[in-house]
């Protein structure tokens, strides 16, 4: 039984990271909480780099890969804080690979892939409800209701909508009867909105794998958390070398010593928890449903607690806007909250196991 990620997925998640080392700096990805629409450019580069066919099947322009491999990408995204669509396009992505019928993969998947077609997800309704069993908006040919925390719907060329029972249909970006409410993000570089359906055309998919989705959602904001996480715990080290006091970088004293110890122990013996429900996901389905719950939970319950040391470690700077800290915060925040918070996950984890 193999513990690791293989050499292969090592390179290619290497090749991710290097590629936002340089496109992607702390300036770039505060850049994002500074203007007012959508920041593409980022998600649009890492399309023509191929990373929106990872799990599309080859027939359809894509790599076949499993979501392992999805969620190892997600990981230098959520580390550099990359602003833009890629989790809410590849869940749109994976919803039509999942559900969808063969001809309806062969019309979106392609563009799907290169990006020439960007989709997202519109699943949470009133009241926080994200999991798939309690969806109430529903339909065959029309549907009329809302749905909340919309990623990115401006400009999406389609709509993967969460139906009752679990189903999942699509909707043209495009669609007579579809009107968006961009809102406040906590999240700068994660865009959200407010999606009003009246009597909007719906193309249903036919296998109803709504609860699949969200498990694949869940990991992939677990495996960003845990990108992020490990950036904030890098950028608290590298801070503690180069800033000195009294004649000394403050990384030599004891207690400054002990709190990035105390990140760092915090952090990375997580990476396992998406590493694994990602691998269930691709290979036993029945053990996902929990893993993908313990995984989001906890990770994105340390990224915030790491993220605010990370910049208590900074002093003064580190609350600055123009630093640039806070960005990390956020979107720890974002990802704690999105698809559910931790203790409803936790919840249902006992529902599952009958505890």
């Not at 191929?50 to 580390?79: F, H, K, S, W």
């Not at 208590?312 to 698809?339: C, M, N, P, S």
Request: aromatic share 8%; hydrophobic share 45%; proline share 4%.
């Amino acid at each position: 039984m193999r513990f690791d990620l293989d050499e292969q997925q090592r390179a290619f998640q290497q090749m991710v990271a290097d590629y936002l080392e340089t496109e992607c700096p702390k300036a770039r990805a505060l850049e994002a909480h500074d203007r007012a629409g959508a920041d593409l450019a980022i998600w649009e580069a890492l399309m023509e780099l191929g990373l929106g066919g990872i799990m599309v099947p080859e027939e359809q322009g894509g790599l076949g890969l499993g979501l392992l491999d999805l969620a190892i990408i997600a990981e230098p995204i959520g580390r550099f804080a990359a602003p833009g669509p890629f989790f809410d396009h590849a869940l749109a992505t994976l919803a039509i690979i999942l559900a969808g019928s063969e001809e309806q993969k062969a019309r979106w998947l392609p563009d799907m892939a290169t990006g020439k077609l960007r989709g997202t997800v519109a699943l949470a309704e009133e009241k926080g409800v994200w999991t798939a069993e309690n969806w109430t908006l529903d339909g065959e040919a029309r549907i009329s209701g809302a749905k909340n925390h919309v990623l990115h719907p401006e400009g999406a060329g389609l709509l993967v909508v969460g139906l009752k029972g679990g189903r999942l249909g699509v909707v043209a970006g495009d669609a007579e009867g579809l009107a968006v409410e961009m809102l406040p993000s906590t999240d700068g570089g994660r865009q959200i909105g407010r999606v009003t359906f009246s009597e909007a055309a719906i193309e249903l998919l036919p296998r109803a794998e709504g609860a699949r989705l969200v498990d694949a959602g869940l990991i992939l904001l677990a495996a960003d958390a845990f990108g992020g996480a490990s950036a904030c715990v890098t950028m608290a080290v590298d801070y503690a070398r180069e800033r000195e006091q009294f004649g000394k970088p403050i990384g030599s004293f004891q207690a400054v010593k002990h709190q990035l110890a105390d990140m760092a122990l915090m952090v990375e013996p997580s990476v396992g928890l998406y590493w694994y429900a990602a691998h269930a996901f691709d290979t036993d389905p029945s053990s996902a449903r929990v893993a993908a719950r313990l995984a989001k939970s906890h990770i994105t319950e340390v990224y915030p607690k790491v993220a605010r040391r990370m910049i208590e470690a900074h002093g003064g700077i580190g609350y600055t806007w123009e630093y640039g800290a806070h960005v990390w915060l956020k979107r720890a925040l974002f990802d704690q909250a999105y698809l559910g918070m931790p203790q409803a996950h936790r919840a249902r984890v006992a529902d599952l196991l009958e505890w």
